[in-house]
């Protein structure tokens, strides 16, 4: 390949029936920090490439607005960790989850609130809706 030449291949999105996901959240202000369960979202869009979940943004946004709006906890951070594989979801939960509970000094450095599913169920998004060149197979 000639300098200053670079070629960009494009990853597909395809529609999976199923991926499962959970959330965490956390502010620098405070020392609350928040999950939710592992729950299965149905007809997610994943990238074919590096296999995240598309939009993961949007499905951060959604446990913001829950936290901002129901808890009266606005501006938290808030991520998202997807597969299509529980078995790999939930084993980075746990991985999570100790990084919170566990120290080495044996003490609790967090306020640790869990987000019951009765509560909090993340909505499956739809590509379509936001692109209108999705290049996606179903």
Known sequence: MALGISTQISAKK?????????GFAASFNDTI?????????????????NK???TRE??????????AKKKQMP???????ANKNRKK?????LKFKKL???????????????IEDQEFQFNTI????????????E
């Open 100 to 114: 919170y509970t566990q120290s080495k000094d044996k003490l609790q450095h967090y306020d640790i609130r869990y």
């Open 89 to 93: 979801v939930e084993k980075k939960y």
């Open 58 to 67: 949007l499905y951060s946004y959604q446990l913001r607005d829950f936290l």
């Open 14 to 22: 395809v529609q999976v029936p199923k991926m499962y996901i959970f």
């Open 126 to 137: 739809n590509l379509r809706d936001f692109y209108d060149d999705v290049n996606a197979k």
């Open 52 to 54: 995240f979940l598309q």
């Open 33 to 49: 920090v928040h999950f939710t369960n592992v729950q299965e979202i149905d007809s997610a869009w994943m990238d074919t490439k």
């Open 75 to 81: 501006r938290r951070t808030c991520i998202v960790v």
